[in-house]
C-alpha cells in the first residue's frame, strides 16, 4: 500500500508539471498574439483554456481521491493540501493568457496598446513567458534556486506594471479612453499571472526546504 501511495504522489507531481506546460504555451501564445496582433494565436489560446481548466479539475479529484483514502500526514499530507493550492494558481494563469488573448482578438486588426508602450508589453510578455518556463522546471525539479530567480523576475514585471500607469496617467499621454482601459487591463494580466507563479514558488519552495515565505498575492 504504500508504494501505491507514493505512486499517487508521483503522479500528482507530474501533472503539475503537465499543467504548468500547457500554461507555458499558453502565456507564449498569448504574449505574440497581444504583440503581433496575431488572432489566430489568440483564438488558439481561448480554445485551448479549456484543456488546463479540465486538467486542473483531474488533479484537484486525484488530490481529494488520496486524501480520502490514504489520509496522509506530515510532509505526505503538505504535498497533496499544495498540490490543491498549486492547481488553481496554475488554472488562474491560464485565465490570465485567455485575457490577454481576448484583448488581441477584441482589438483586431489594430494592436492593442499605442505604439508609445508597446516596447513595455514586448518585456512584459518575455519574462511572463521566462517565469512560466522556470516555473515548469521548478515543479518537476525543486530546484529552490529557480524560485529565487522567479521572485526577481517578477520584480522586474512589477516595476514594468507601475511604469504603465505613469504613462496612462501622465500629462503627455495622449491615448484615447479605450487605449487607457485596454493598456490597464492588460498590464494587470501580466502582472496577476507573474504573482499566482511567485505564490506557486513559495509553496514548492516550503514543501523543500521547510522555509515559509510569507504570501503576498
Known amino acids: 500500500m504504500r508504494e501505491v501511495f507514493q505512486q499517487e504522489l508521483r503522479e500528482v507531481q ?5 499543467i504548468a506546460d500547457l500554461v507555458a504555451v499558453s502565456i507564449d501564445k498569448a504574449t ?3 504583440n503581433e496582433s496575431n488572432v489566430s494565436l489568440a483564438e488558439e489560446v481561448i480554445a485551448d483554456d479549456d484543456l488546463i481548466d479540465q486538467r486542473a479539475l483531474a488533479l484537484d479529484e486525484l488530490a481529494i481521491t ?3 483514502r ?6 505526505d499530507l503538505r504535498i497533496v493540501v499544495s498540490a490543491l493550492r498549486i492547481s488553481a494558481s496554475l488554472e488562474r494563469m491560464g485565465d490570465m493568457s485567455t485575457h490577454i488573448s481576448q484583448l ?3 482589438r483586431f486588426p489594430d494592436k492593442v496598446v499605442p505604439k508609445s508602450l508597446r516596447p513595455t508589453f514586448a518585456e512584459m510578455g518575455r519574462l511572463d513567458v521566462e517565469i512560466a518556463r522556470k516555473l515548469t522546471e521548478l515543479l518537476r525539479t ?10 526577481n523576475e517578477d520584480d522586474k514585471i512589477d516595476a ?3 511604469s504603465v500607469f505613469d504613462k496612462v496617467l501622465g500629462e503627455t499621454w495622449k491615448g484615447e479612453t479605450v487605449d487607457t482601459v485596454d493598456a490597464t487591463l492588460a498590464s494587470r494580466y501580466h502582472e496577476r499571472f507573474a504573482d499566482h507563479a511567485v505564490s506557486i514558488a513559495k509553496k514548492v519552495q516550503y514543501l523543500a526546504t521547510g522555509d515559509w515565505v510569507p504570501e503576498t498575492v
Do not use: G, N, S
Not at 507530474?14 to 503537465?18: A, F, G
Not at 525543486?142 to 521572485?151: K, N
Open 66 to 68: 488520496i486524501l480520502a
Open 160 to 162: 514594468l506594471h507601475l
Open 32 to 34: 505574440r498574439a497581444f
Open 142 to 151: 525543486e530546484d529552490v534556486e529557480l524560485a529565487e530567480e522567479i521572485r
Open 70 to 75: 490514504q489520509q496522509p500526514v506530515a510532509r
Open 14 to 18: 507530474e501533472r503539475l508539471v503537465e
Open 104 to 106: 488581441a482578438r477584441y
